[in-house]
Each structure stands twice: as structure tokens, then as C-alpha cells.
RNA sequence: CGCGGGGUAGAGCAGCUCGGAAGCUCGUCGGGCUCAUAACCCGAAGGUCACAGGUUCAAAUCCUGUCCCCGCAACCA
């Protein structure tokens, strides 16, 4: 297959909260698809970071006493240890208020101002007197004139786009008081103009896109609006327009494009040029594939706010992406939260769990079409049946064996031949797909093949009648234990990393057919995985 | 008429796009095996596919209507 150009871009866990479960469930995605791809030999950049910008780091800051920096530190430590314990694969984890993003963000919405995209408004806004400023649209609350439900200013959850006139007498949400509206100026970007470019975009991707993505980002460009741009903040990416000194960046735009800025960097680090990932004119014969991987609540952002800015760059972006949502993760089981003494933080369950058969539960178990919900014992039986007795039994049944030192001399049978590759395939159709429940289970479908043919060939029989059919049982299942290291390589990294040292292959896994050399010492084997 | 998801064996789910003998995992019961972390393999029981209409030779799957459940209004992906 020839060699593409693949990003994946995870989406950015707000510098607000400590990581939970649910981030964990619906970026898994991400790190299957580069972990993929990059075995099949496809030029892979996955990037992600904190978003550290917003009003809630600066509100959380001023009630503790200490800089948004402060707070931003905090979580982004949080994320970057808990990711790296469930092995995920960044090529690049940032940090938005990192310098180097802004002044790329700041040259980038120069760019979108000079091409005519971003447009001022006048329009009265919510300034609160006792704080004397005006205040963002996430400080302040209202009634929504749709639903009736109390709200934040920005966006109603049952899809109510507030007006300028529906901001009156807004309360303040720092200091209580309410709001008066006071002439001031916006950016604003203009969204609409792109009505054409982002629904050519939801056609194109119909039958590739997930349901919820396609749903949703239609029902926005039915009734598509311009979005404004700046927000009355100081903690944030400045605006390079005269006049707006005193306005930072909505976060949403710029967190969008730490994916590109994310990008550069690594491009700069490593010696390449970044363009060949985002820039149709760069490496023009190759194809390029840019996968967003996040969960609902991100589809609009991802499926509409970052492509129009993209296009309207005007300079050969790849607007073209692959959508890949995930629905919610259900962590509201009261029970286990008391009987495992946890909440849902990432941290605590990647220390107290074992993060592979979590990831491996996820993917087949995850919120990938609808809502899943997650519990211990909903998780402990994946991790005792399928990881456990299933998957790591058939090494150690096989490598283990009653007085085997050394893997004999055999020849894979044709029937376990056949079942690998036919495995290899139709997982690679299923990961591309981005079906990773059907991808999982196929491959655990290998394991219990492999399970099934050792107790039809009796090894523990052929011991002792026919040493030759013995070898050949024994050999066949290696190489299945050979192969799963490379298939479940996406799903379970860590226990794949130790299949390849107990048979002493190649370090770096690849999406191909290997064999086993006879011979090898076994003595290093031992179980890959403990009941819980 | 707020938005969205769902109702398939005791539990958790797949199948629905493109109608054609009801499937998977766990649990239960019975059997086999003893290499292996009491793991593995085989077999059985258990479902009017929420309900009511309609289309069709044929509907879990398409259409219409009804009922019920869940998520989003404090966080949060």
C-alpha cells in the first residue's frame, strides 16, 4: 500500500478538572489510529495539549489566589501523567498558553483579518459595574428566551444561539451583580461565508462519518451564523488587530489550531516541513488523511469552526477530515465509585488497574456508537474472561507448557495460516473504518480460534504419542501469539511489547505477517496479566 | 412539541444503512480435558427483537402512531 500523510488530532482536555475515564474512552480512537498507522508503514503526527485559556482557569485562579498559570500547571501534569500511563502515543502534548502557539495563532488570524473573514461590530455588551469590564459571555448567565432555562451567555444546551438583545440584564457571574450593556466593539468571524465549503465537507464524508457528526453539524448549517471572534479577557492569545489590544482570542479558535501549531513545532524539532500533513500543494501524489477524534460535546468545532478557518486561510489546507465522535461515557454508578474508593480519575484507575485491558475494554466496550456505561464489574469481566483467560492463558498454555524449555522445530498448520491473515485484513478494514468494536472483537476472535485448535490437537497427548504433531501444535499457536503481538498492538501496547521480548522478535511492531524463530529460550516467559 | 441516544434471552451488547432461517460475551445447567493464572473446549436451556397498525411473497431491519428509559440545565469528552 502506498505511504500516506496521516495527523491525528486528539482533541484538548481543558486545563479545569483532573482527567476522567470518559476522556480516556473517546480519544482511545486516536491512539488505536496512529498506532496503526504507523505499523503500516504511513507517516503519522498525533497531536494533542492542554487548553489552557477560557474563563474558568482565570476564575478558578482568582478564587484560589494564585495565576491561571498556576492552575493550567496543575491539570496539564495531571493529563500528561495519566496519558502516559495509558500509553498514549503523542508525537507532540502541548500547552496553549505555550509562546510559541500564540505567536503562530496571532500570525494566522492576521492572515484571516487581511483576507476579510474576521469583521468588526459594534453592539452594546454586558459590562458589569462592580467589576468595571465588560464581561465574557461564559461570566455571565441569563434566561434562556428559548427553553427558559438558566444559562450561560454563549451557548444554550438546547441549541439557543443567544442574541445581542437577549444579554440584557445578564447577572455577572464573579460578583453576582447584574450586567448593564454598554457600546463596544467585536470581531467577528464570518462563518457563513463558508456555507458552501462545510457542506460539501458533510456530503463528502456521509457514509464516513459517524451518525452524531453528520446530525449535528447539519443541524447547525441549517440555521448557520457568523461567531464572534474576541472575548473581553486578559488571559488569553492577543488579537493582532489595532484597537483590540485589550481582547484576547475566543479559546475555541485557537485550542483548534494547536493542532496545526502543535504541527509546526514538531516539524521544527524533527527536520520536516509541517506542510506536508496540512498543505494539499506539499507532497501533492501522497495522500493525506487527518483524523479529530473527541466526543460529542466537540463535533461542531471540529466539523465546522476549524475547516472555515482552514479554507479561509487560503492557502491549501486540507479541509478534508475524518470525523471520529464518540458518544458519552456513563460513570454515574454510585457503587462502584464507594466500593472502589474512587472517583472516575484517569490517574487513580490507571494506577489501581491495568491500563491495557482498560484500553482493550474501551474498544470493545466503549461509547462508540451510543452512550456505554462504564462499571468495575462490567470491566473486571472483560478483564478476567477475555484478557485474562482468553488471551493471556493461550501464552502461557502455549509457552509454558509442561517442560518446554526451548520453542520447537514446526510447521504452521494452513487453517491457523489462513485465520492470521484473514485477521490482519479485516482488522485493518475495521480500524480504518474507525468501527474499533468490531476491530477488537475480531481480533479476540484469533485468540479464541487458537484456543480451539489446541484442545483439538491434544498437545498434552501428542507429548507423549507423537512428538512431530506435537511441535507442529505448539509452533502454530507461537505463531499466533507472534502475529497478536502486532494485531493487538493498537489495543493492549504494554502486553504486546512483552509477547515480542518473550519471542525475542523485532522491537517495532509492523502490520505484517511475522514468524517465530524454533529454539528461542522460554524462560523469560511469565504471565502477562493477573486476575483482578 | 428543547436537543440527542436507546428499548433484541437473567445481565451487558451486536445485527437495522443495502428486508430473506435471531447472534456475541458473561451468568445458569450438563459433558470433555488436565497443557495452562480452577484457566481451555463441547453441548443445552432461555427471546411473541417495547407496543399497535401499515408496506411486502418475506420486517428486529422500511413507513406511521403510541408507551417507556437514559444523557445534556454543577462539573465534564
Redesign the pocket.
Known amino acids: 500500500m502506498k505511504k500516506r500523510n496521516v495527523t491525528i488530532c486528539v ?4 486545563a ?2 483532573n ?5 480516556i ?3 482511545l480512537s486516536g491512539d488505536i489510529l496512529a498506532r496503526y498507522h504507523r505499523m503500516v508503514g504511513d507517516d503519522v503526527v498525533m497531536v494533542s495539549g492542554t ?1 489552557s485559556h477560557g474563563t ?1 482557569p482565570a476564575i478558578k485562579a482568582k478564587k484560589e489566589g494564585v495565576t491561571p498559570k498556576d492552575i493550567v500547571d496543575r491539570y496539564h501534569k495531571n493529563f500528561v501523567e495519566a496519558l502516559d500511563l495509558f500509553s498514549f502515543s503523542f508525537d507532540k502534548f502541548s500547552i496553549t498558553y505555550d509562546d510559541y502557539h500564540k505567536e503562530k495563532c496571532m500570525e494566522i488570524f492576521k492572515k484571516l483579518y487581511d483576507n476579510g473573514y474576521l469583521y468588526e461590530k459594534i453592539l452594546n455588551r454586558p459590562y458589569c459595574p462592580k467589576c468595571a469590564k465588560f464581561v465574557a459571555d461564559t461570566e455571565i448567565e441569563i434566561t434562556c428566551p ?2 427558559g ?4 451567555a454563549d451557548n444554550c ?4 444561539v443567544p442574541t445581542e438583545a437577549d444579554l440584557e440584564g445578564a447577572t455577572c457571574l464573579v460578583c453576582g451583580e447584574t450586567t448593564e450593556q454598554r457600546e463596544d466593539k467585536v470581531l467577528v468571524f464570518k462563518l457563513t461565508a463558508f456555507k458552501d465549503v462545510l457542506t460539501k465537507l458533510v456530503k463528502d464524508n456521509e ?1 464516513i462519518w459517524r ?2 457528526a453528520i ?2 453539524t447539519n ?1 447547525y448549517l441549517n440555521d448557520l451564523r457568523d461567531r464572534d471572534f474576541s472575548r473581553d479577557l486578559d488571559w488569553g492569545v492577543k488579537i493582532p488587530v489595532a484597537g483590540y489590544e485589550n481582547k484576547v482570542v475566543w479559546v475555541w479558535w485557537e485550542a483548534l489550531l494547536g493542532y496545526v501549531t502543535d504541527t509546526m513545532k514538531l516539524g521544527e524539532e524533527r527536520g520536516f516541513d509541517y506542510r506536508k500533513f496540512w498543505k494539499k500543494d506539499v507532497e501533492p501524489e501522497t495522500e493525506k488523511k487527518v483524523y479529530m477524534c ?5 463535533i461542531v468545532f471540529h466539523s465546522m469552526f476549524l475547516p472555515a478557518m482552514l479554507a479561509g486561510l487560503e492557502d491549501n489546507f486540507v479541509v478534508n477530515n475524518t470525523m471520529v465522535s ?7 454508578n454510585a457503587k462502584i465509585s464507594k466500593s472502589s474508593g474512587t472517583c ?1 480519575e484517569a490517574l487513580e484507575w490507571a494506577k489501581n488497574y491495568n491500563t491495557d485491558s482498560l484500553r482493550y475494554h474501551f474498544a470493545a ?1 466503549g ?7 462504564f462499571t468495575l ?2 470491566y473486571q ?2 478483564h ?3 484478557v ?3 488471551f ?7 509457552l ?5 524449555e526451548k520453542l520447537p522445530e514446526g510447521k504452521v498448520a494452513d487453517e491457523i495460516k489462513n485465520m492470521v491473515d484473514v485477521t490482519y485484513k479485516i482488522v485493518a478494514e475495521n480500524i480504518e473504518k474507525t ?1 474499533f ?2 476491530a477488537a ?1 475480531t481480533a ?1 476472535d484469533l ?2 480460534f487458537a ?2 485448535y ?3 490437537q ?4 501428542q ?1 507423549k504419542e507423537d512428538i512431530e504433531g506435537f511441535n507442529n501444535t505448539i509452533y502454530s499457536c507461537a505463531y499466533v501469539i507472534a502475529n497478536l503481538s502486532n494485531i493487538f498492538e493498537p489495543f493492549m501496547p504494554k502486553a504486546c511489547a512483552k509477547i515480542r521480548g518473550f519471542l525475542g522478535l523485532e522491537k517495532t511492531p509492523t502490520w505484517r505477517v511475522v514468524d517465530v524463530k524454533a529454539g528461542i529460550s522460554l524462560d523469560k516467559v511469565e ?5 483482578i
Do not use: Q
Not at 482527567?19 to 476522556?23: S, T
Not at 432555562?149 to 450561560?152: A, E, F, G
Not at 473527541?294 to 466537540?298: E, I, L, R, T, Y
Open positions: 482533541s484538548w482536555p481543558y479545569n478538572n482527567l476522567h475515564l470518559g476522556y474512552a473517546s480519544s487548553d474558568k428559548n427553553c432555562n438558566r444559562t450561560k444546551d438546547c441549541g439557543h457514509n451518525a452524531n446530525n449535528e443541524k473527541h466526543a460529542k460535546d466537540n464518540a458518544e458519552y461515557l456513563m460513570m454515574n472516575f466496550n461509547p462508540e456508537k451510543k452512550d456505554a456505561n464489574e462490567l469481566t472483560t478476567n474472561s477475555e485474562v483467560n482468553k493471556g492463558n493461550l501464552i502461557n498454555r502455549t509454558k507448557f509442561k517442560g518446554l468501527e468494536k468490531k472483537e479476540m485468540v479464541a484456543n480451539k489446541y484442545d483439538e491434544k498437545p498434552w497427548v507429548a504471565p502477562l496479566f493477573a486476575r
